[in-house]
């Protein structure tokens, strides 16, 4: 753990030097292109100090080439702003760089970004003054040196960026969730580029002379009339568009094969599309510029197009984006007001039953950084706590523990509970018989009769933990277990069910009960379908991918969540046990063999007696994972083959008519059932009396219900057939179903 914080804190210094040169590097070529000519004609040049410093446009030195008066006072404007917003930037950064952020990587990304963006509109005015001069007169030499420092400025943002993301992952990533754009608004922004192309550069009121992106492409001459350009500018717009299409291509390609790969892409997919939607937009306001600097300087010369007003819309597909995002920002701000996630609030000292979830809000500052799971931190920030509370479990641990005492001594602990429950010595066995079995358990029958109770008080005598989700009918998928990505507050609310797998995961040792109740009062397959298809894999291979996206926490030392392994999935661990409760009536759903054929499943069908004369209360034993799992792995070894089981093989012999058979799956779980059954009994000398009572249980549970669907022709022959095989169980459900007929 030391070595892996050393190596961390290197990478930081490393990032945080390279960040602080890149952006030094950046600054001197914005400072280079303000001193640098904009434009140069016939040796004359214009630099942008020469804007800032000029008091008007005729102190300027031009010899034998006309002043641009109207270009002359906008971009003087535009450089002072310019000036300005790179002294400030400047502060920034140092401000940054000596109060050592935690975020100093992701400062350093905006800043290069943003005199990126200057450094950008720096080179469209220096083609725009080529563009106008070489209009005048073609017989000059026109040349400028913006583009240069353009590029160098590209190549340093590029170099930036790579570096965020070999020396500081965390910080990349967490750069990319706070403002990448979803596929969606990669669609907005091609469809806006594409829009470009017939949305009017300019245009004169009254007549159809009209310049757009398609006639600039296509070279159309007749349209380009007022102002033509040079081939370097027409290139330019052309490849833009291009390289714009092309980006959205290689972003939706990255979305469908390689979601890591687009949600860093698609940040520069966005930044490409609004440069080339502002560079649209400047070249509109360009020909106005333009336009006005010519009826200044040469108005004999255009005394058609002068006579009718000149209007641009090539602002359009800008504005469109602008007034979208700023719909987005708005309804993010509405959403904050009202979000609320969810928290995992620990129990006190020796509680294990029911650990509370509870709403808190939250408001993470840029201070402390972002957190986009703030119930997983709870939970990470819990592990002292957890760890000490596993201790004092261990100091009131079962000792000398054997299924039979165990057994015991979950009945004990419920009869003299303070809900005085009553389970037989066959129900507790059959319910450890199961969760043996498997690792999902379902509890059916009537109200009132211990359903819900019986795992609880389970995990209170064993000072397990247990946890109750009310399943809601409205439920149609794992979203509804697992909980939601909010793409406007980048923050995944986990519900409890997630939370308590994460807890599970980060106490290993500590058996975890999942109560589903009333699991059926929406189809289990729409919100558990994942949770069956893990049934199939090892336990220890059962993973779940709770989000596409990868959410790394960066508020504190950590470098990502405890029990998230690469940023999105979580283990299923092993101590944990999923228990659905189902009643039967007309508000449920019935329950598939899908379902069945994976569970262990225990019937309730009368009520409890009562507890008249209870004693002293008994204490909790606590029951560590590790020796409930070596007790099973015992009882395991007990050498019992339900295949070659006489009345095994003779059940499945009379069931076969009805379609009824036994699967591997089925066999296996048979096996494991009663030879766990038999262990949870003190057998003596007659083991074998057990092991028929643990194949009447295990038959009727996974087999024989399957009747309750069919057309049983000679039921009253099939109940004596079962009778003769002394399965009371069995025969006791097949004569309910005559009474029920």
């Not at 020909?287 to 359009?316: E, R």
């Not at 070659?644 to 494991?672: A, H, W």
């Amino acid at each position: 753990m030391r070595a892996n914080n050393e190596l961390s804190k290197r990478q930081e210094l490393i990032s945080k030097a390279v960040s602080s040169v890149l952006c030094l590097l950046i600054f001197c070529i914005a400072l280079g292109a303000l001193a640098s000519p904009l434009v140069t004609v016939s040796r004359n040049s214009i630099t942008p100090f020469d804007l800032i410093f000029s008091p008007y446009h005729g102190a300027m030195e031009m010899t034998g080439i006309p002043t641009l008066i109207v270009s002359f006072y906008v971009y003087k404007v535009f450089y002072i702003l310019m000036a300005l917003a790179l002294a400030i930037l400047f502060i920034f950064f140092v401000f940054f760089l000596v109060s050592n952020k935690r975020r100093f990587s992701v400062y350093c990304n905006y800043i290069t970004a943003t005199v990126g963006l200057f450094l950008f509109v720096n080179m469209l005015i220096g083609f725009n003054y080529v563009n106008a001069y070489a209009v005048i007169s073609r017989a000059m030499l026109i040349e400028t040196s913006a583009i240069g420092f353009f590029v160098v400025g590209f190549l340093i943002m590029v170099a930036k960026f790579v570096t965020s993301m070999v020396l500081d992952r965390r910080a990349i990533d967490e750069d990319a969730k706070g403002s990448t754009v979803s596929i969606s608004m990669a669609f907005v922004l091609l469809a806006l580029i594409l829009g470009m192309l017939v949305t009017p550069l300019y245009s004169f009121s009254g007549t159809r002379n009209r310049t757009r992106g398609i006639d600039i492409i296509l070279g159309n001459d007749s349209a380009m009339g007022f102002l033509r350009m040079t081939d370097a500018f027409r290139a330019f717009v052309v490849i833009a568009i291009l390289i714009g299409i092309l980006s959205f291509v290689v972003n939706l390609v990255f979305f469908l094969k390689n979601r890591k790969l687009f949600l860093r892409y698609n940040k520069i997919n966005t930044f490409v599309g609004i440069s080339i939607l502002i560079f649209y937009a400047l070249m509109g306001f360009n020909y106005m510029i333009v336009y006005f600097d010519y009826l200044v300087v040469a108005p004999s010369h255009y005394v058609t197009i002068f006579s009718h007003s000149m209007m641009t819309f090539a602002y359009l597909p800008l504005a469109a984006f602008v007034i979208l995002q700023l719909g987005i920002a708005l309804a993010k701000i509405s959403s904050d007001k009202v979000r609320v996630e969810y928290k995992v609030v620990g129990a006190g000292a020796g509680a294990g039953v029911g650990s509370g979830i509870m709403p808190t809000s939250t408001n993470d500052s840029e201070e402390t950084g972002f957190d986009p799971i703030p119930a997983f931190s709870e939970l990470d920030w819990s592990v002292n706590k957890f760890e000490a509370e596993y201790k004092r479990r261990m100091g009131n641990r079962f000792e000398a523990l054997t299924l039979p005492k165990l057994v015991e001594h979950i009945i004990e602990y419920a009869k003299h509970s303070t809900e005085r429950l009553s389970y037989s010595t066959i129900d507790i066995k059959t319910f450890v018989a199961g969760i043996a079995a498997s690792k999902l358990s379902i509890l059916q029958g009537m109200s009132g009769t211990g359903k819900t109770s019986l795992p609880k008080i389970f995990m209170e005598a064993i000072d397990g933990y247990c946890e109750l989700v009310a399943v809601e009918s409205s439920w149609r998928d794992k979203n509804e277990l697992l909980g939601y990505y909010n793409e406007f507050s980048k923050k995944f609310t986990p519900k409890g069910f997630a939370q308590f797998l994460y807890k599970a995961a980060l106490n290993r040792d500590t058996p975890f009960f999942i109560v589903l109740d009333e699991l059926n009062l929406s189809r289990i397959e729409y919100y558990f379908s994942d949770f069956l298809s893990l049934m199939e894999s090892h336990e220890h291979e059962r993973k779940l991918k709770l989000f596409d996206l990868q959410l790394y926490p960066s508020i504190d030392n950590r470098r990502e969540y405890f029990a998230l392994r690469d940023g999105h999935t979580i283990d299923i661990p092993t101590n944990v046990w999923f228990v659905g409760t189902a009643n039967r009536d007309e508000s449920t759903f019935e329950i598939s063999d899908k379902v069945y054929d994976r569970a262990q499943t225990m019937n309730f069908e009368k009520r409890a007696p009562k507890i008249k004369s209870p004693k002293a209360l008994v204490g909790k034993k606590f029951v560590p994972y590790t020796a409930l799992r070596q007790l099973f792995d015992e009882a395991m070894t007990f050498d019992f083959d339900a295949e070659s089981y006489d009345t095994i093989s003779k059940v499945e012999k009379l069931l076969r008519p009805y379609r009824i058979s036994f699967g591997n799956r089925i066999l296996k779980q048979m096996e494991q059932f009663v030879k766990v059954y038999t262990a949870c009994s003190d057998t003596g000398a007659d083991r074998s009396r057990y092991i028929h009572e643990a194949v009447d249980c295990i038959i009727f549970s996974k087999v024989v219900r399957k009747l309750e669907i069919k057309q049983i022709m000679e039921i009253d022959a099939l109940i004596e057939q079962f009778g003769k095989l002394k399965l009371p169980r069995c025969v006791e459900f097949l004569q309910s179903l005559v009474e029920e007929v």
